[in-house]
């Protein structure tokens, strides 16, 4: 079956501008997570989204929100970007309490 | 209060030597541990995790951790490394994994390098 599915995997942004990454979950799972990967910060998780709603998140200010749609796809927006949100943005679906990653998005801010 | 310490930012082995990637935790309650790799520019990919059962866990391409909870450590090793398992390598803690993912907490990470 398919994995998880992020768009598009490479991303590059100029500062203040917005964003908006996407995450497919695998077929079924209906949890889905982001996290933010940089090489000072190490893994740290943004949010995560479960049968729409958001059930958790993470310490980012409110630039970084995200939201869940029926058929489980989710997507995240970072709005006013800087260059420290320059970064690989991961999503994971679960089920059953294992988690799925996607390759990630890589986003750059100019 | 969860943490997760991996002791070594950076592996070093030859071929065909083993590896060992040290991973110690704190936790309030018996937690779930995992050991994910990620090679470069890829996502992350499970490789082995312990739920309570069997403190000897499998996992793929020929990884193994044992959950030592005297030593609350979860440390992975292979007996045999390969060139393709260079990557970098998280180990992970949670209190909550089957319900909630806010208390998942990821280490920083080792760089596995291996040298022909």
């Known amino acids: 079956k398919a994995g998880v599915t992020q768009t598009p995997r490479y991303l590059i942004k100029t500062r203040g501008q917005q964003v908006t990454l996407s995450c497919s979950p695998i077929s079924g799972h209906r949890s889905v997570s982001w996290y933010q990967q940089t090489p000072g910060q190490g893994l740290q998780f943004l949010f995560e989204?479960?049968?729409?709603?958001?059930?958790n998140k993470g310490n980012f200010p409110g630039r970084f929100s995200g939201r869940q749609f029926s058929n489980s796809r989710s997507e995240m927006n970072v709005s006013t970007l800087e260059l420290g949100d320059s970064a690989l943005y991961l999503c994971?679906?679960?089920?059953?309490?294992?988690?799925?990653f996607g390759q990630g998005t890589r986003l750059t801010v100019v | 209060a969860q943490s997760v310490t991996q002791l070594d930012s950076h592996v070093s082995v030859s071929e065909g030597t083993p590896v060992l990637l040290r991973c110690n935790y704190s936790?309030?309650?018996?937690?779930?541990l995992f050991w994910y790799v990620q090679h470069p520019n890829k996502g992350l990919q499970l490789l082995l995790k312990y739920t309570s059962a069997a403190t000897l866990v499998k996992g793929i391409n020929g990884f193994e951790a044992e959950f030592k909870k005297s030593e609350t450590s979860f440390h992975l090793t292979k007996p045999s490394a390969h060139m393709s398992d260079a990557a970098e390598y998280f180990c992970v803690v949670s209190e909550g994994w089957k319900t909630s993912y806010d208390k998942v907490i990821f280490g920083p990470g080792t760089s596995l390098s291996v040298i022909p």
């Open positions: 994971a679906s679960s089920r059953g309490g294992e988690a799925f």
């Open positions: 989204y479960f049968s729409e709603t958001q059930r």
């Open positions: 936790s309030s309650y018996s937690p779930s």
